[in-house]
């Protein structure tokens, strides 16, 4: 099968897994739809209260407009990494069951179902936050180190700033890396997930190419359905802000804006995203099949990142409090044509060369 035609293959699954877990799907769009109307709120109380004060001094409207946006923009982190990870890492849990065969219901108690796992296996969204946050913090240093961008894109001459742009790319791609490996760690039913990450990652080094060209085009697409979104929100936005008279004017013009940007962003995250991560997370359990973590990079990883070596430790801990020993996996799971079967219990078996690795 040529690449082209795994590729295709792979988005192929990726819908299917979609059309599995609609009912995550439809939690995800509330809770985005939910977000824009306090969106909507808040620059609605804050453009009436900047309008106002912008009569007496005209500068505090412009003021009251870049506090709004700060401290939304404070909100909103705080609330992805504590309401909007849940639901993520719920839909990672229950497409990863539904790519291996396991059984997913079908109805509302999916949602139920999927957070049961994460639960499970994550204890705490600040737990996951954690993993995620040394996972990324891997890859990248992975990424600076080992990935050559000369591999992907042949550049004559000198063509440093061109370099610079599409290093930046990739690296906001990452993030989609990040959670496919997640999903590894939930597919090995491990109790010690940083363990299981660790291998995860080590399998990412060794098969990154077929799934980082994945995250590449994933995120390139995303950004421009997100400039659709932007538009389709910006041009009644900018219709409505002239309908509200010139006093509103510059005002009316930044507040439409800001709407539209943060609504675009949102639309992205709800309708697009899902796609892209279900996208990289079947490319990468499909390139990584049948293969296992080699010591070698594990080295490499070790020698190359912080993160990693911090990992390492932090799955060394909960094994020692588990009274188990940290080692290599079972190999990846291996792909059959209806998805991907399951792998043996990685806590029964021994990597080659013994455990203690």
């Known amino acids: 099968m040529s690449q082209n035609q795994s590729q295709g293959s792979y988005m192929k699954e990726a819908v299917s897994l979609l059309g599995a877990t609609v009912p995550l799907l439809g939690l995800n769009a509330a809770v985005y739809a939910g977000f824009f109307l306090v969106a909507v709120i808040w620059f609605a109380i804050w453009g009436a209260i900047a309008f106002f004060v912008s009569k007496l001094v005209p500068i505090a409207g412009v003021i009251c407009i870049l506090f709004a946006m700060g401290a939304g923009g404070f909100a909103w982190r705080m609330a992805r990494r504590?309401?909007?990870?849940?639901?993520?890492?719920?839909?990672?849990?229950?497409?990863?069951?539904?790519?291996?065969?396991?059984?997913?219901?079908?109805?509302?108690?999916?949602?139920?179902?999927?957070?049961?796992?994460?639960?499970?296996?994550?204890?705490?969204?600040?737990?996951?936050?954690?993993?995620?946050?040394?996972?990324?913090g891997t890859v990248k240093?992975?990424?600076?180190?080992?990935?050559?961008?000369?591999?992907?894109?042949?550049?004559?001459?000198?063509?440093?700033?061109?370099?610079?742009?599409?290093?930046?790319?990739?690296?906001?791609?990452?993030?989609?890396v990040d959670e496919a490996?997640?999903?590894?760690?939930?597919?090995?039913?491990?109790?010690?997930?940083?363990?299981?990450?660790?291998?995860?990652?080590v399998?990412?080094?060794?098969?990154?190419?077929?799934i980082?060209?994945?995250?590449?085009?994933?995120?390139?697409?995303g950004k421009v359905f997100g400039v659709i979104f932007f538009a389709m929100i910006?041009?009644?936005?900018?219709?409505?802000?002239?309908?509200l008279g010139p006093e509103?004017?510059?005002?009316?013009?930044?507040?439409?804006?800001?709407?539209?940007?943060?609504g675009g962003r949102l639309l992205e995250l709800a309708f697009y995203e899902p796609f892209a991560l279900a996208y990289t997370i079947v490319t990468y359990h499909r390139e990584i099949a049948g293969k296992q973590p080699d010591p070698e990079w594990d080295q490499k990883l070790q020698?190359?990142?912080?993160s990693f070596r911090n990992l390492i430790g932090k799955a060394k801990e909960a094994g020692l409090k588990a009274g188990d020993q940290v080692g290599l996996p079972a190999p990846a799971p291996a792909t059959a044509a209806t998805g991907v079967q399951e792998a043996p219990n990685p806590q029964g078996t021994n990597p080659p060369g013994g455990s203690g690795w």
């Open 181 to 201: 490996i997640l999903s590894y760690a939930i597919a090995q039913r491990e109790e010690n997930v940083w363990n299981s990450a660790r291998h995860g990652i």
């Open 248 to 262: 509103w004017g510059t005002l009316g013009f930044i507040i439409a804006l800001v709407l539209a940007a943060v």
């Open 203 to 210: 399998l990412y080094g060794q098969s990154y190419k077929p």
């Open 303 to 306: 020698n190359a990142s912080e």
């Open 82 to 136: 504590y309401l909007l990870y849940m639901v993520k890492g719920a839909h990672i849990a229950a497409m990863t069951e539904v790519m291996l065969g396991r059984e997913v219901p079908k109805g509302p108690g999916q949602i139920q179902y999927a957070r049961d796992i994460v639960t499970k296996y994550f204890k705490d969204v600040s737990v996951l936050f954690g993993l995620d946050a040394l996972i990324n």
């Open 234 to 243: 910006i041009v009644p936005g900018l219709l409505i802000s002239s309908l």
């Open 141 to 176: 240093a992975f990424t600076n180190t080992f990935v050559r961008i000369i591999n992907f894109i042949p550049l004559p001459g000198d063509f440093r700033k061109l370099i610079r742009v599409v290093q930046g790319i990739i690296n906001r791609s990452l993030s989609y």
């Open 212 to 221: 980082l060209f994945t995250t590449l085009k994933a995120w390139v697409l």
